[in-house]
């Protein structure tokens, strides 16, 4: 700290002048007003900040909130569930087997993934109703050919009990590994 009186550079922390004896002020630093926090925030600046948060969740609040109440009729277009396709049933095997099912829709779908544990095979699939068959369709393996095949019937239909039949060729011994989806269309 430099003395005004004879312009000694005296130490810092000094309170009088080493060379004159002049009385030398010592620079305070600034006080902090009692209405501070550590952070710099006032407790003015506290209050408004949490004034806005208050009024922003009710702004939120009233705009999320229904004001009056929804009067639900069955008759309403919201309530009322498209149809769409639901899988009611999934066999596996190996050989011949018959496999029964519901169906509760208009109409009905069946996947089938197969493939064969021996070349030059084939398998039948075959749907059965009330009525008979309703759809079938065959899938063969020739040329020493051992890759999956798919199959995919599709029946308009009426509610009812139905059977999936799949058939494969006793000779020569074969095997066919197979994967049948059933799907309702309701």
Known sequence: MICPKCR??????????????????????????DSKDD???????????????????????????????VNVNSTDSFLSTQASWNQIAVYNGTSDDVMSFQIKGKKMKVYLTAQPLSPETSLKCQIYGSSG????DDLAWNGGDTSPKTMSLQHQTSPGNYMVN???????????????QVFDYY
């Open 39 to 69: 952070d710099g925030f006032s407790i003015a600046n506290l209050k408004l900040i949490f004034i806005g948060i208050i009024i922003l969740f009710i702004v939120t609040v009233g705009l999320l909130w229904p004001n009056t109440p």
């Open 133 to 136: 068959a309703t759809s079938g």
């Open 8 to 33: 000694h550079e005296n130490q810092d922390d000094a309170a009088i002048c080493e060379f004159c004896g002049e009385t030398l002020k010592v620079k305070q630093p600034p006080k902090k007003s």
């Open 166 to 180: 799949i058939d494969i060729p006793d000779f020569p011994a074969n095997q066919v590994q197979w994967t049948v």
